[in-house]
Every structure is written in structure tokens, then in C-alpha cells.
């Protein structure tokens, strides 16, 4: 049999005889000998984490200075083409945006060719406007009647005007024909006259139907004017350039 410890034999000399030893609490120690263990194992855990995710950041640390001049010389030649590839893209945008203003400039002279075109008579043209017919049965109208109605369009908007199979320019005059009729740039027009004229409709319409306006005093003459307002009026006329 083993000796009884010291505190046992000092417990055991000042009892009683006949009085039992006290059961000791031999479960508290073991508990609290597991919980020392599992608070080693969880500090040995934490250390194993800490060291692995300070690896990554002590990698320079610990490397050769040959090797962080390798890695610094891959990194300067990562960076220069990176360098490089913005300055390709930048020229690209440049190039790009260039073409573009290139390309607007071209568009907008076009338009403006095409309008002036027009506007002298050298292209066709289309676009709402009214039709005017004028009949004068008895063949009283002068020159200075179809000169008048003219500057009547003119002056309410008219943009491009065609009087018969003439294209009427800023050079257009009107004149007698020795043999009757009138004659519009050398060109005889026939009866009824027909003027085509692009421009806002009931502008054009409301201007030559006012009190004192060219319906009016084409009736005063003997001669009657209708007017018809269109979504599309297509002039093919021109002038020589």
C-alpha cells in the first residue's frame, strides 16, 4: 500500500479515533485540469493563425535581397506596360473622338449644301407648303400681277417657290409676252398658273386670304385663286448653277 500524503497523515494524526476521514473533491481538480487543456489548445490554434496569416507578410521580409530585386524588376516592367497600353487607349479615344468631330463637320456642311442648294434653286426640294392655282379665263393678269403675288409668298414665309416649270431664284423676273401672256425667265407660262410653294402651310394660306391680300385682288381682276394646303410639296425644277 502507498504512504498517505503529508496533509493526509496530518489530517489523519489530529482526528479522533474512531472518527472517519472527509471524502477530498478529486473532481474538482480533474475539471479543472480539462479546462487548462482546452485553454492551451484554443491559445495553440490562435498561434497556428497568427503564423500562417503573417506568412504571407513576412515573405518580403525574410526573402534575399537578389530576390526582392528580381520582384521589384517585374513589377517596374508590369507597371511600363500598363503605361503603355493606357497611352494606346488614350491615342485610340483621341483618334476616335477626332473622327467623330471629322465626321459631324462633314454632316453639318452637307446640310448646309443641301439647304442653300435650295434655297438658290440648284437642288430639288420637298416639304409641306400650299399649291396656288390661278385661273384667269379672260387673260387680263399682267406681269406686275404674278410679280405681286410673288413677293405676297415671299414676304409670308415662303422658303422655295416654283411658278409652272420655273424655278424661281433671286434672279427671277417677270415680263409681257408681245403675244400675250407672261413671261417668267424668258420662259412663257401657260394658263392657269400654278405656283408650288414649300413653307408653313396655313401661314402661306392665312397671308394670301387676309382683306386687301392676292385672292382678293385677283378677283378685283377677274381672275380666281385657290389655294390648297399640302403635307408634301416636291418641287423638281432647278436652276443652272
Known sequence: MSEPEPDERETAAAREPG?????????????????????????????????????QSTKFATARQD?????????????????GDIRDLENTKAGLERDTQGQTAVEDA?????????????LPAAGPGIRLTIDDPRGRL?????????????DA???????????????????????GGVVADGRLLTRPYV?????????????LGIPGGVLQTLRN???????????????????SP
Request: net charge positive; glycine share 10%.
Open 157 to 179: 414665309g415662303a422658303e422655295v417657290i416654283q411658278a409652272d416649270d420655273v424655278r424661281v431664284g433671286v434672279s427671277t423676273y417677270f415680263a409681257d409676252a408681245a403675244s
Open 19 to 55: 472518527e472517519r476521514a472527509p471524502v477530498r473533491p478529486r473532481g474538482r481538480r480533474l475539471a479543472g485540469r480539462l479546462v487548462i487543456g482546452v485553454l492551451c489548445a484554443v491559445l495553440g490554434f490562435a498561434a497556428t493563425a497568427e503564423v500562417r496569416s503573417n506568412d
Open 195 to 207: 405656283f408650288l410653294v414649300i413653307g408653313d402651310p396655313h401661314t402661306l394660306a392665312t397671308a
Open 67 to 83: 530576390e526582392l530585386v528580381g520582384i521589384l524588376g517585374d513589377l517596374s516592367q508590369r507597371s511600363e506596360r500598363l503605361r
Open 110 to 122: 452637307r446640310r448646309r449644301a443641301a439647304t442653300y442648294g435650295m434655297l438658290a434653286g440648284t
Open 221 to 239: 381682276l377677274g381672275a380666281r385663286g385657290a389655294v390648297a394646303q399640302e403635307q408634301r410639296i416636291v418641287i423638281r425644277a432647278v436652276r
Open 142 to 154: 399682267r406681269a406686275e400681277d404674278l410679280l405681286d403675288t410673288l413677293e405676297e409668298l415671299r
